[in-house]
């Protein structure tokens, strides 16, 4: 992760009832009371609209079906969503190449610095339910860990409390053990706490990029709410958003989603098979698993007040500010980017942005929402680009090219520069 994964079916009612009366119509007698069982008016309920056809964009698919001819990725899945309905949906190449399962728009994906603003959204949850303040220090949560007093969740939440970074730069020798076992929050925070300096910038100075402050977020709403993050994110926020296939394994041993991979030529497929960090070591700043029509869903939910409240959503989306007030700026120039609560924040032309990026081992991805548009694409591949030359150009190239047809639909002329991407 650089700046740069069966419901019981229902009884029916009318037969419960036969089943205690012994015949489901007649009478009853109770306390001399003779009752005529009188059968209800059958009600119509409402038939669900099918889904409309999605659309045909023969100059996306084309994309698409380029980044994995050219070795870039074994595979990648691409959703479009308008209001709650799937304009565009495709997978392409393989999720895993020993056997060539083909990738869908249902197979997961680990979604690495996307899941920062789940963990926000936790984090904003609590305290809509009054158990935590966005300007409660970390001390109050977890008061072992170095300068603690210093630094707020708020600040933690928009990478403003000048955190160092535990993963970028770390220790090959961290990462590589952290490929390979589980991890508790007793054993990150000795790992975050060992990394000099503790703070980069002093907190509210300046924007700096920290996975170390979403992990640390992450293990106070394991202490707060009582729950597992891996719990709570699945009761809390997937279960209230409708998400099917979104959740943080357990185990670094899963095998739910597809294989993540790295660009090599010289390899017989010219991909290396890569292990990503376990989910446990990645916590609050990169371990959820997905697929793009659940993200897609996930931020329709966001932004229709499925999951946080309207007032906890604009927080979410406003800048956040330094001490000095000025905003907190992520990249400045031309595509000048904000960043909110786990969201970076831009506009394309006139048309406002929330967006975000992932790179873990093995895998990238990319999801950004209009929401005045309410409209969302979602991008992931198993392949984390290894430095392959042409890798980000055509990133770039499939977004550019989603959200220009996506905004056509609607009736939109797209904005003719190219927005920057975003932290990730």
Known sequence: MTPDDLTPPKLNRRAVLAGLTGAGVGALTVGGLYLTAQKKPVVETAKARPAPPLKSWPSLDDLGEQMVAAKLTPGLSLSVMHDGVMFYSRGFGVARLDNG????????????????????????????????????????????????????????????????????????????????????????????????????????????????????????????????????????????????????????????????????????????????????????????????????????????????????????????????????????????????????????GPIRFASHGGRINGFTGHLRSFPDQKLTVAILYNSDGGGAPGFKAAQRGLRVQSTTLAMQELGIEPATGESADGAG
């Open 101 to 348: 399962e083909a990738v869908t728009p249902q197979t997961g994906f680990r979604i690495a610095s996307i899941t920062k603003h789940f963990a926000a959204s936790a984090i904003l949850l609590l305290a809509e339910a009054g158990k935590l303040s966005v300007d409660d220090t970390l001390a109050k949560y977890v008061p072992e860990f170095p300068n603690a007093g210093d630094i707020t969740l708020r600040q933690m939440m928009s990478h403003t409390s000048g955190l160092n970074d535990y993963i970028n730069g770390q220790s090959m020798v961290i990462l590589t053990e952290a490929q390979q076992r589980n991890y508790s929050a007793p054993e990150l925070i000795d790992i975050m706490s060992r990394r000099r300096p503790i703070l980069r910038h002093q907190p509210g100075q300046t924007w700096a990029y920290s996975n170390t402050g979403f992990t640390l977020l992450g293990i106070v709403v394991e202490r707060v709410s009582g729950a597992s993050l891996p719990d709570f994110v699945a009761e809390r926020l997937a279960k209230p958003a409708g998400l099917t296939r979104t959740a943080i394994d357990k185990t670094c041993n899963s095998i739910a989603g597809c294989e993540g991979y790295r660009p090599n030529y010289r390899a017989e497929q010219k991909f290396d098979l890569i292990r990503p960090i376990s989910p446990s070591f990645a916590g609050g700043a990169g371990a959820i698993r997905s697929t793009t029509e659940d993200l897609c869903l996930w931020h329709h939910a966001l932004i229709d007040g499925k999951v946080i409240k309207p007032d906890s959503l604009t927080a979410m989306l406003s800048p956040a500010l330094l001490k000095d007030g000025s905003p907190a700026i992520e990249k400045r120039g031309k595509d000048e980017m904000n960043y909110g609560f786990g969201l970076a924040l831009g506009h394309e």
